[in-house]
Nanobody, 114 residues
């Protein structure tokens, strides 16, 4: 059973940047799907960015500001977040798997506030 652990969350001012990391306890080399999701207080979880094979997808709300990437050698998924806005405040989760998002992390909190 592979475990995913997110890190890199915290408090940042509007306009600032953060890089989230998601470390897997096993190999992600064969995982065709990986992604970042978020859940804001009182809202449903939403997809932020995903990698399907080598193709990336972004929610309209983060296009041009967020970049998803993976390093198979380090078994790690990243989310570079720039130009952060208060509405980006949420718990961010990573997920991945070979044929679906089978594995999920427990999340890391990102708070964007002045």
């Amino acid at each position: 059973q592979v475990q995913l652990v997110e890190s890199g969350g915290g408090l940042v001012q509007p306009g600032g940047s953060l890089r989230l990391s998601c470390a897997a306890s096993g190999s992600i080399y064969s995982w065709n799907f990986m992604g970042w999701y978020r859940q804001a207080p009182g809202k449903e979880r939403e997809s932020v960015a995903t990698i399907a094979w080598t193709i990336t997808y972004y929610a309209d709300s983060v296009k041009g500001r967020f970049t998803i990437s993976r390093d198979n050698a380090k078994n790690t998924l990243y989310l570079q977040m720039n130009s952060l806005k208060p509405e980006d405040t949420a718990v961010y989760y990573c997920a991945g798997g070979r044929s679906n998002m089978d594995y999920w992390g427990k999340g890391t909190l990102v708070t964007v506030s002045s």
